[in-house]
Every structure is written in structure tokens, then in C-alpha cells.
């Protein structure tokens, strides 16, 4: 009677413990896709791209429309990964130290179930026009999510002084940290 009581139990034990290592295996794929998740990559340069229209405002030569595609973006996250298009205005100052632009940038990444918009801040670029130069040769890239992807936010560095191009950085479920108010 003794051995049925406990196999009974041991029975009940181990189906228990296989009930929670299921309902916690459910739970952690769930929680998975949306836990912070360090990425690296590389973006391969586009085999064309489209120069900006040019047009001389006072002292300031505004170039609007370059935009590069497509442009193949590889990354050891899947979410990460498929056809993209780089696109960017400047603004060209003269100055003593030489032409030097302030531009805008975004990239739009396309995979096969979602995709991410990506902006860099406003930056520094030494000379101007399709091969400028960042001065800081790294940015800093705020990505949004869709498809598959949304709701996930992406901030990567890019570094722009190799071929290809490399970037790492962190998905997040969210949005980053708020600019502090003053």
C-alpha cells in the first residue's frame, strides 16, 4: 500500500513539475520575443544611388533626395536582416575649416515578416555630396518596428569606415528612455 501512496505522489510530483516546465518553456518563447536582445551586423553598400537635387539658398547649398538602394542588411538577429534603402538631405556650409554639412538620414529595412525605419540625429558630415564623410565615422541609429516588429525599438551604433558597414546595438520592447525635461 506503501509503494502505491508513493508512486501516487511521485506521479503527481513529476506531473506537475512537466505542467510548469511546460507553462514556463510557453512563457519564456513569449517573453523571448520581446526581451532585450544585443545584435550585430553588416550593411553592404548599394550598387547605385541616386544623387540630391542641389539648389543655393543665401550662403547655404541645400541638397535634398540622395538616397542608396538597394542596400543588403545581414545580422546574427533574423529581425534584423533583408533589403534596404538609405536616403538623405544636407545642408553644405562653407567655412574655415572647409565644406562641411549637417544632414538627416533614415533607412528603411524590409525582411520577409516585418521591417524598421531607422534615423540617425542630426550629424556632421566633413565635404558634402554622395561621399561625405561623417565627422564623428560612427551614429547612432533609433529604429522602429513594424510588421513582426512592432512595438520593438532598435538603437544601434553603425561604424561607416568599413565595407561594409557595421552596427551593433540593442532590441528593446518599447521605447528608449524619454529626454529629460529642464
Known amino acids: ?16 513539475l512537466a505542467g510548469g516546465a511546460i507553462g514556463a518553456s510557453a512563457q519564456d518563447e513569449t517573453s523571448d520575443a520581446q526581451a532585450a536582445t544585443w545584435v550585430t551586423g553588416e550593411i553592404w553598400y548599394a550598387p547605385s544611388c541616386r544623387s540630391a537635387t542641389l539648389e543655393l539658398v543665401g550662403d547655404v547649398r541645400q541638397e535634398r533626395g540622395y538616397r542608396c538602394h538597394p542596400q543588403t542588411w545581414k545580422s546574427d538577429d533574423p529581425r534584423f536582416g533583408g533589403d534596404g534603402a538609405e536616403s538623405w538631405n544636407a545642408d553644405v556650409y562653407v567655412t574655415d575649416a572647409g565644406q562641411i554639412s549637417i544632414i538627416s538620414k533614415v533607412w528603411d ?10 534615423t540617425k540625429p542630426t550629424g556632421l558630415s566633413g565635404s558634402s555630396g554622395l561621399f561625405a564623410t561623417d565627422v564623428q565615422a560612427t551614429d547612432r541609429l533609433v529604429c522602429t518596428g513594424d510588421g513582426d516588429n512592432e512595438g520593438l525599438t532598435a538603437v544601434l551604433t553603425a561604424t561607416w ?3 561594409p558597414k557595421t ?15 529642464f
Open 109 to 118: 529595412v524590409r525582411g520577409e515578416t516585418g521591417g524598421w525605419q531607422c
Open 1 to 16: 500500500m506503501n509503494k502505491v501512496k508513493i508512486s501516487l505522489v511521485a506521479g503527481i510530483v513529476a506531473g506537475m
Open 161 to 163: 569606415t568599413s565595407s
Open 167 to 181: 552596427f551593433e546595438g540593442l532590441i528593446i520592447a518599447g521605447e528608449p528612455a524619454p529626454v529629460p525635461d
